[in-house]
């Protein structure tokens, strides 16, 4: 009896330490950690706010490169998802013609950039902020036909990077 048990604590011992191997894969990381965030943002044109705060999201592609993020409204704003070029070292993004995921029109990305610790929550955290400027395919500057007059209004989106702390979400 002794041996048996004996042998099953050996056995038990080294199952134990074989499973304790350390994995170098960590699911909960990408290769774009700093450009990867929910924000919260204002939609201006020429400077004067015209929708906002709204939730906007950037996040890495399936193929978890740093060359390349999607942005994502959300369904706040225009309705727009879209891919960008990201130059991850200098937290820059645009495209000059990136596809709507959620329905069939474009968009030009230009001028994104995100900027470390360059923005305040709305409780005054220090925190990163995002500015970008964006023109639609299938804008509609008021033609009596609903003729979309495509590119004709630049947006600009800016704001800054959700803290998760419940006092500065909107």
Same mark, same amino acid.
Request: aromatic share 14%; hydrophobic share 35%.
């Given at each position: 009896?002794?041996?048996?048990?004996?042998?099953? +604590?050996? @056995? =038990?011992?080294?199952?134990?330490?074989?499973?304790?191997?350390?994995?170098?894969?960590?699911? !909960?990381?990408? &290769?774009?950690?700093?450009?990867?965030?929910?924000?919260?943002?204002?939609?201006?044109?020429?400077?004067?706010?015209?929708?906002?705060?709204?939730?906007?999201?950037?996040?890495?592609?399936?193929?978890?490169?740093?060359?390349?993020?999607?942005?994502?409204?959300?369904?706040?704003?225009?309705?727009?998802?879209?891919?960008?070029?990201?130059?991850?070292?200098? +937290?820059? @993004? =645009?495209?000059?013609?990136?596809?709507?995921?959620?329905?069939?029109?474009?968009?030009?990305? !230009?001028?994104? &950039?995100?900027?470390?610790?360059?923005?305040?929550?709305?409780?005054?955290?220090?925190?990163?902020?995002?500015?970008?400027?964006?023109?639609?395919?299938?804008?509609?500057?008021?033609?009596?036909?609903?003729?979309?007059?495509?590119?004709?209004?630049?947006?600009?989106?800016?704001?800054?990077?959700?803290?998760?702390?419940?006092?500065?979400?909107?």
């Amino acid at each position: 009896m002794l041996r048996i048990f004996s042998f099953s +604590l050996i @056995f =038990s011992i080294v199952i134990a330490l074989g499973a304790c191997k350390k994995s170098s894969y960590d699911p !909960g990381t990408t &290769k774009s950690p700093k450009a990867s965030n929910g924000w919260w943002v204002t939609y201006s044109v020429g400077g004067s706010p015209i929708a906002g705060p709204v939730f906007f999201s950037t996040y890495n592609t399936s193929a978890d490169k740093a060359d390349s993020m999607w942005i994502d409204d959300l369904g706040n704003f225009w309705d727009f998802k879209g891919k960008v070029a990201l130059n991850y070292s200098a +937290l820059t @993004f =645009s495209n000059p013609v990136s596809v709507n995921n959620y329905y069939a029109d474009t968009a030009i990305i !230009g001028n994104g &950039k995100i900027i470390p610790k360059g923005g305040h929550s709305k409780s005054g955290v220090v925190t990163d902020s995002l500015y970008m400027e964006i023109q639609f395919s299938d804008e509609n500057t008021g033609a009596p036909d609903y003729t979309p007059t495509p590119y004709q209004t630049t947006f600009q989106i800016s704001g800054t990077a959700r803290t998760g702390f419940i006092e500065d979400d909107y």
